[in-house]
């Protein structure tokens, strides 16, 4: 078990040099010729200098100069890689994707001609390292996991952490637990007659934003030097859109048309956010431009004239960034967008590049195109600086890119699609540049990219939800996150919030420790207890059923809220004169809301005092559903809500089925579609649902033996008054001065009779009211038995039925 030194002032000993021997590598003359163009190279002897005499080094330069091909290489043959008996060990290079890892793998077998055996990869599930494995590629995950079990490193003599500027969870912890080991090791390589070796750690960024690294004292002690590689790149005209596209997609198409068509020869590279637009790119551009099996072209393809609103401080006022030398751009701006595309003969060799792909057909990328065709990459961020695509000079950016994002209030994590930061915006730019004077084509106005686009992108630990990140800590023996070196920490009190959490699911133990339900738990990418809920409906056999559940919490409730079934359907009319215009819009709202009435009640008949569960019975219904427009009309639901629960639904098994074959089915099966849960999966679901939020639980207030809230209830008519139980199990009677009232969307409302009304919830969100009043309503409920609540308020993760 590691612990995190308290001691963080301490600076290493720079004078601790590794003692190597030089190694000869024979490489092709093409090879060699191509590593003298790469600016890394001719600056092997000042780089090397400094990592020799530095235990912790930083090296900034540009996308493409040669960083994560050549350094691991000078290492190699300053003998850092050798592994005799007189052993330094592995030189390591880490990388954020997997499909970076296996292609820079790849490149270096081919650069190192005669020591080509000696280059290795490993990425989860797959691994091509052999014992003569000298220098080892492989994604930062592989690296924490290794750590886990070797704190020491010991079969390192170089880790390289490269892509630092991404500032991924796994980097910024990565970087964190090195400066450790870094410490570690030199302080007992000093020791007498000791065989132990420094570490050296050597930090890679694209851009030169690497204060955090740098500047941040409680890591490295004394601040790292930093080496900056001038690239050469040749010049990049940035063209912005007049105004920004609504439609992006549909106009990188057309952006990509007019290239192909009328622009001299050269790559294109498009970015997109994911998958589907990729796809729906890539088949559009097909039809118009690519051979058909039997050699035969396509008919062109003509585009309509397409018109978008746009607001009047989208227009841009040509503050564009134009370079006037080049006239055929700007001919090429001027041109007619409704004109016949896909007219030119020459095929396009279209390649789709996002991480979900294989990845042989992801290497595709690093092979020329056949004659005559021109290259054209469809992909995602991980072409911004990972890859350089050889002979791209065009670049098409939609301005979008797909982020993890987390909403502290709901705890609900979604990947949206939104701006890039300015960074990226130069670093996609940049793409265009590597072999020659190239063109960028911004599909958003200068003016958006000046207003809503952020410099830099955030640190992704800094927008993640904490506790999610805790729990991945623990689970790699990181017992004090609150002292943990991060380069741009989290406030230590939300550190501490996070702790307090997972020791309440069960997830750590007394001593902060990580449990075997927390270890089952950190294999989900899920919020801790979404994770949990999964974990043990997958013990219970009710895995479809929470996975919906999850998503239904997740995406938030799908039922429209413009009726509710609190109110008393058959209120009486007050007494006044209405107007014969009035009486048909009463009647009206009358009969909408008994058929609402009606259609909801469809949905309560699995458990009729719970939300979560009439949640659940919508979601399955939705998926045997015919006409899922009509169905949402009739049952009155939000349509795209119920659409986003279902896409998330079908992400999530797949997640689950990738992570824990275990949690297939009872007989091995697992059931994609479920069908109507029996009475005994019921009782688990709703225990499970307990079991993920056990710390927001509430007592009916009429059973509390307190005289002032016994009164407070009886004297409440509209809804149904609970009190709130803290953490620790005791009646948090206060709740900032006020007691929790059914929400008005609720199952429960004032027309359930006394006896029916559940003694305890659970409850999902608390919402404030926005009047100023001081009242706070609970949603989604599901009701759960005092034998229960008494266990899970002992945060015993302790659930008893019977297995169905
Ligand atoms: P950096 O890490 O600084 O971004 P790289 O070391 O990845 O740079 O790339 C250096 C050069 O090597 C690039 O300019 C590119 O042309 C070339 N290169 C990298 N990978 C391949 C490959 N698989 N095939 C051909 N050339 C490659
Ligand atoms: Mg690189």
């Not at 880790?159 to 500027?165: F, G, N, P, T, Y």
């Not at 600086?385 to 502290?408: A, F, L, M, Q, W």
């Not at 001065?737 to 609720?746: D, E, F, G, K, T």
Request: glycine share 6%; hydrophobic share 35%; charged share 25%.
């Amino acid at each position: 078990r590691s612990e995190t030194p308290e001691e963080i002032s301490v600076s290493l000993n720079p004078s601790t040099v590794i003692k190597t021997t030089h190694v000869t590598v024979t490489r092709t003359q093409e090879i060699e010729e191509s590593r003298m163009l790469l600016p890394v190279v001719s600056e092997e002897q000042r780089i090397m200098e400094v990592i020799n005499h530095n235990p912790c080094v930083v090296l900034c330069g540009q996308t493409g100069s040669g960083k994560t091909t050549q350094v691991p290489q000078f290492l190699y043959e300053a003998g850092y890689g050798s592994l005799g008996t007189d052993n330094p060990g592995m030189i390591g290079i880490t990388q954020p994707r997997r499909v970076a890892a296996v292609s820079m793998a790849s490149r270096l077998k081919t650069e190192m001609g005669d020591a080509a055996d000696r280059v290795g990869y490993q990425i989860r599930f797959d691994s091509a390292c052999q014992p003569e494995t000298a220098i080892k590629f492989m994604t930062d995950g592989v690296l924490l996991r290794e750590l886990a079990t070797d704190f020491l490193l010991t079969r390192y003599s170089v880790v390289i952490v490269d892509e630092a500027h991404e500032r991924s969870i796994n980097t910024d912890i990565l970087i964190g637990i090195l400066s450790r080991v870094l410490k570690v090791r030199a302080e007992m390589s000093q020791e007498e007659g000791s065989t132990t070796r420094p570490l050296k750690l050597i930090i890679m960024s694209a851009t030169l934003r690497v204060s955090d690294f740098v500047e941040n004292k409680t890591l490295f002690g004394v601040s790292p030097p930093v080496i900056k590689i001038d690239a050469r790149q040749f010049p990049v005209t940035t063209h912005f859109a007049k105004r920004t596209s609504l439609k992006y997609v549909d106009d990188v198409y057309k952006k990509v048309c007019k290239i192909h068509n009328k622009l001299p020869p050269g790559g294109i590279l498009v970015f997109l956010t994911g998958q589907g637009e990729i796809r729906q790119l890539c088949s559009k551009l097909k039809k118009s431009f690519c051979k058909t099996s039997s050699s035969e072209y396509t008919p062109k393809v003509r585009l309509s004239g397409r018109e978008v609103t746009l607001e009047a401080e989208d227009v841009d006022f040509g503050n564009d960034i134009q370079d006037e030398e080049n006239s055929e751009a700007e001919e090429f701006e001027e041109s007619s967008s409704d004109e016949m595309l896909g007219c030119t003969s020459q095929p396009l060799h279209l390649l789709p590049l996002y991480s979900l792909l294989p990845t042989s057909e992801q290497l595709k990328v690093f092979q020329a195109p056949p004659t005559d065709h021109r290259l054209c990459v469809v992909a995602t961020n991980v072409a911004e600086t990972s890859i350089t695509i050889p002979g791209i000079r065009y670049v098409v950016d939609s301005g979008k890119v797909k982020e993890k994002s987390y909403n502290r209030d709901t705890g609900v994590q979604s990947y949206d699609v939104k701006w890039i930061s300015r960074a990226s915006a130069e670093q996609r730019s940049g793409r265009a540049g590597r072999t020659g004077p190239g063109h960028c084509y911004r599909l958003y106005s200068s003016a958006v990219y000046e207003r809503d686009f952020n410099e830099f992108t955030m640190a992704e630990i800094n927008r993640a939800p904490i506790e999610g990140t805790v729990l991945q800590m623990k689970n790699m023996n990181i017992d004090q996150v609150v002292k943990f070196p991060f380069p741009t920490p989290p406030e230590s009190r939300h550190l501490r919030e996070a702790e307090e959490l997972l020791s309440c699911l069960g997830a750590l133990d007394s001593d902060g420790r990580i449990t075997e339900l927390g270890q089952s738990m950190a294999a989900f990418p899920l919020s801790p207890r979404f994770a949990k809920m999964l974990t043990i409906g997958g013990q219970h056999g009710c895995l479809p059923y929470v996975i919906s559940i999850v998503a239904g919490l997740s995406v938030g409730s799908p039922f429209l809220e413009e009726f509710s079934l609190a109110e008393p359907l058959d209120v009486e009319d007050e007494k006044q004169v209405l107007t014969n215009e009035q009486l048909c819009k009463k009647e009206q709202r009358k009969r909408r809301r008994k058929e609402f009435f009606v259609a909801q009640q469809q949905f309560m008949k699995l458990d009729p005092m719970s939300d979560v569960l009439k949640l659940l019975s919508v979601i399955c219904a939705f998926i045997y559903s015919q006409d899922k427009q009509e169905f949402c009309e009739k049952f009155f639901l939000r349509p795209k809500a119920m659409e986003e629960i279902d896409k998330l639904r079908k992400q999530l098994t797949e997640i689950v089925l990738s992570n824990s074959p275990v949690a297939l089915g009872r007989n091995g099966t697992y059931e994609k579609k479920p069908s109507l849960p029996k009475s005994v999966q019921i009782k688990a679901i709703r225990q499970i649902v307990a079991a993920g939020f056990s710390d927001q639980a509430a007592v009916r207030a009429d059973l509390v033996p307190s005289e002032s809230i016994k009164e407070f209830a009886k004297g409440f008519k509209k809804g149904i008054i609970y009190v709130v139980v803290a953490r620790s199990g005791q009646l948090e009677t206060c709740l900032e001065n006020c007691l929790a009232i059914v929400h008005s969307s609720s199952v429960i409302n004032c027309k359930t009779t006394r006896q029916a009304v559940p003694d305890y919830i659970i409850y999902q969100e608390l919402v404030r009211s926005s009047g100023g009043s001081d009242r706070v309503y609970i949603k989604p409920l599901t009701p759960i038995s005092a034998q229960h609540l008494t266990i899970l308020a002992k945060s015993t993760p302790l659930i008893t039925y019977s297995k169905p």
